[in-house]
């Protein structure tokens, strides 16, 4: 009998035991999906992939993916693109956050050859780059002198924010020194005397002016016929009686005559000679640069300058747009507009001009036209004429400039022109109106009315220092001058101009070879006008400003501004 093991009984597995073992297992997976995670994490930041593990999926029984499906492609399209945007962004944006200067040698300049290197960083440093090579826009400076304005003005008004260093109550001390300081022609800023030099004083010497005739019942500034019926009424004593009208004339004539020879000996730098019809500046040697006396006329007709032609008086037009012009500066009145047909041909000689009308009538005759209808063609032809030769009458380019011996003739021709008054109208017998800076034979001081006042201005508080009456040249940077010497740090000037002498400052010096003589001259046209009329009564300032040849300095001002800029002008 054969021996029979015992066999031992099957292990058997408790409860406890299989669910420790699935645990067991569920910690292999998840730690084997946890290392294989930072593994794909370490190798890129791009490619972010959470891959399955191997235990829990066999190859064999993963599903076969279509990758040409739409869905996979745009999900892995996402899964790609986004982490790389997601890393450019915030690298721009700390770049913006913490921006670095900018180095001209080091910025990448993208240009047509680099174009596939361009970038969003680059170009916003080349952009910062270009700003600061960019110039700053330059603010508009000013100059530190007032221009010179040869156009005579009606009123002015001077406008601060703080209230001005005088008032217009004088007391009796500074109406006197300002009266005595203006007739001596003494600077009472800068020599040493007893008057009084305040701001009062020294502006009520500013606005005085030497005027002849002065009748006190008529406005002789400016000469226009504005309030007609008033004036007639006034003036009948003068326009109907005739010695009253020739001892007018008489008594002008003489103030005439001793102002020009002031003007000759450079007592008197300038004057002016208002007329109903026309307007004369009278300068002396020096002024401008120009070094000899000259004097300007403006406006002019035909039949003025046609007279002027007849005594033999050269002149130019230096503001004449149309019509032949010669470059020869000694060149008389004939080298006009009234001296030349439409063509351009000189008509200056009476007799060739019968010798041309009867040439053209005898070729007319040849043609069979009767005399009547040559006659009316001569009619026409010389109306037609007479048109294209007047159409600067009345004009700023009517403006005739004369200098030299010339200007001496012209002071003949208007002392002799009984034309200079008027026979008709408001001023029928008054001659014409005398303006000068310096005292003359039959002078009458005149002061200039000063009103001061506060006005606003969109809620802003500014004192008005308004003047009136006929404001010479030299007023004006006189004034400007002396507000700037009280420490006033800001003001504005406007002026209300009369039009018909605006010509005047256009003219510039009144001629091109004025400006020519100036430049052969040996010595300085400045120093040439101070030396010889150191004593015309302007301040040695004011002097060598107005014998400035310097054309650019000559300006028409309507406006003026005054800062720590300097001085600026419209």
Known sequence: MTDIKPVDPPHWIRPE??????????????????????????????????????????????????????????????????????????????????????????????????????????????????????????????????????????????????????????????????????????DTGDQESTLD??????????????QHPSLPWL??????????????????????????????????????????????????????????????????????????????????????????????????????????????????GYDTLDSTTSNGEDVNDDENDDDDDDGRDNILESLGIEASEIKRINKCQKRITMEKESEVDASKHSLIFVKGV??????????????????TGALAGVPPTLLAPVAFHGATLKPLKVRESVVRIENDKFHSLEINGPILPHVLPSLCFLMKSSQLEKFSVSCAQLNSTKSFTDAKHGSESSVEENENEKNPPSVFGKENLSDCGLTGELLSHFCNSDPSRIKVVESLKYSSEGYTWT
Not at 197 to 210: D, E, G, K
Not at 406 to 420: D, G, H, M, T
Request: positive net charge; charged residues 25%.
């Open 17 to 186: 035991e299989v669910q420790f073992k699935l645990l067991r297992q569920r910690k292999n997976a998840l730690q084997a999906r946890m290392n294989s995670m930072k593994v794909n994490a370490n190798k890129s930041l791009l490619n972010i992939s959470i891959e399955k593990s191997p235990s829990k999926l066999d190859s064999s029984q993963q599903k076969r993916k279509n990758p040409f499906a739409k869905n996979n492609l745009n999900k892995r399209s996402r899964e790609e693109v986004k982490p790389e945007l997601d890393v450019s962004c915030d690298s721009i944006l700390f770049a913006l956050i913490n921006p670095k200067p900018p180095e001209p040698k080091n910025v990448f300049i993208p240009n047509e050859d680099s174009s596939s290197n361009m970038s969003f960083s680059s170009v916003f440093n080349k952009l910062e780059l270009d700003e600061q090579r960019l110039p700053e826009p330059e603010l508009p400076k000013g100059e530190p002198y007032v221009p010179i304005d040869w156009t005579l003005n009606t009123k002015m008004r001077f406008m601060s924010p703080k209230p001005f260093a005088w008032n217009g109550k004088l007391k009796t001390s500074e109406q006197a020194s300002g009266t005595t300081g203006f007739v001596r022609c003494l």
């Open 406 to 423: 010339e200007a001496q003739a012209l002071f003949n021709f208007l002392i002799n022109c009984k034309s200079a008054v008027a026979i």
């Open 197 to 210: 030099t305040s701001p009062n004083a020294r502006f009520h010497q500013c606005c005085l002016v030497w």
């Open 219 to 332: 406005e002789l500034y400016p000469r226009s016929a504005g309030k007609v019926s008033a004036s007639l009424a006034s003036n009948s004593a003068v326009s109907n009686n005739q010695f009253i009208k020739d001892a007018l004339f008489s008594e002008w004539s003489e103030s005439f005559r001793s102002l020009f020879h002031l003007l000759r000996a450079g007592q008197c730098p300038y004057f002016y000679v208002c007329a109903n019809t026309f307007t004369v500046l009278f300068r002396a040697a020096g002024i401008c640069g120009i070094s000899e006396v000259h004097a300007l006329l403006t406006p002019t007709t035909r039949g003025f300058r046609q007279s002027l032609k007849q005594q033999d008086i050269e002149y130019t037009m230096p503001l004449r747009t149309t019509g032949k012009r010669r470059s020869d500066p000694t060149d008389s």
